[in-house]
């Protein structure tokens, strides 16, 4: 079978944000080249195919692969985040079978707010927030418990996301407000920090999905916050990084490996996710607090993904051939 593994390109000057984010921005190459190794190795053709600044190119690019299935990991458009969904909606118009979640869940998971109120909405637990639009209004904030943590609002990877996020007063909030407007140039998530246990719960599945082994993320002492930042996710050589470890699967009683895997699994088929995903959850005095749905994770060979799915029984090709032939079903149906 051909498959096209469709990945975004990255920009020489980021549209916004720090230096540093080029890392997360470029991991898509990365997945792409797994994804592609995998392929081969399952006895597939792949051909990469990388969108660009042009989606003309991008496109006559697609097409002369004559690919029977695309393997989409583009998340966004030549540094736009935000345009995700767009390229989801350009592929399901090409009319080639396609991988991963479509294009409104991609849209709808990407925007922080936008999913928080899904989740209130139907009885889910999420930390409680507000989001901040221009200057930001303490008044606005009194019904929330300090401490509490700033994020921007359709960011994913961590970006913006540093020690100085978590904040407990009204002038270190200012401050991360404003940095997070002026850098990101965006829409700011203000919610109440939980301190409790947080697991990372990657699901697989269409129809009938289905969560994979939980995975702990273990905080060291030594750190501030327990935060998974941007330096501990992709920045090897620090202190965060080494500091934030992962236990897959963890010690969990039979009760708190229920409440997350449900909590999990019902925000996944409410958002509308498809072939996988990962919920970010903390759990404190035995209520999962959904932090983050992911709807396109990273899903390279060392990723908390395919971690997961070892866990399970699967190796790294037995993963992408079950995604895969999920795509290729619903072509069929």
Not at 290 to 295: K, P
Request: aromatic letters at 6%; charged letters at 25%.
């Amino acid at each position: 079978m051909n498959v096209a593994v469709c990945f975004n390109q990255v920009p020489p000057k980021l549209v916004r944000g720090e230096a540093a984010d080029r890392t997360s921005e470029e991991g898509a190459e990365h997945q792409a080249h797994a994804v592609a190794a995998a392929l081969e190795e399952l006895g597939h053709k792949a051909r990469l195919v990388p969108l660009g600044a042009s989606l003309t190119a991008f496109v006559n690019d697609l097409q002369e692969t004559s690919a029977d299935l695309v393997f989409n990991l583009c998340e966004g458009f030549w540094g736009e985040s935000r345009m995700e969904m767009n390229v989801a909606a350009l592929l399901e118009m090409i009319g080639i079978p396609c991988t991963g979640s479509p294009p409104l869940c991609l849209g709808v998971t990407q925007n922080k707010t936008l999913t928080k109120a899904l989740l209130i909405q139907h009885g889910l637990p999420t930390p409680k927030s507000i989001t901040v639009r221009g200057e930001y209004l303490f008044a606005r904030a009194q019904n929330l418990s300090w401490p509490l943590i700033v994020k921007p609002a359709t960011e994913d990877a961590s970006l913006g996301i540093a020690p100085e996020s978590v904040v407990t007063d009204e002038k270190s909030l200012q401050e991360r407000v404003r940095y997070v407007h002026n850098h990101y140039q965006q829409a700011v998530l203000v919610e109440e920090y939980i301190d409790g246990r947080e697991f990372n719960v990657s699901v697989l599945g269409d129809r009938k999905p289905r969560v994979l082994p939980l995975a702990e993320i273990r905080f060291d002492p030594s750190l501030p916050w327990k935060l998974v930042t941007y330096a501990g996710k992709w920045h090897e050589n620090s202190a965060e990084f080494t500091g934030t470890q992962v236990v897959c699967p963890p010690q969990v009683s039979v009760r708190e490996d229920f409440l997350v895997r449900d909590v999990a699994l019902r925000a996944y088929k409410l958002l509308g996710c498809r072939d996988y995903a990962r919920v970010d959850i903390r759990l404190r005095e035995g209520v999962p607090y959904i932090l983050e749905i992911n709807a396109n994770p990273d899903i390279s060979a060392d990723a908390g993904l395919a971690r997961s799915a070892r866990a399970s029984g699967l190796d790294y090709p037995q993963l992408i051939e079950r995604i895969i032939r999920m795509a290729l079903k619903r072509k069929e149906n």
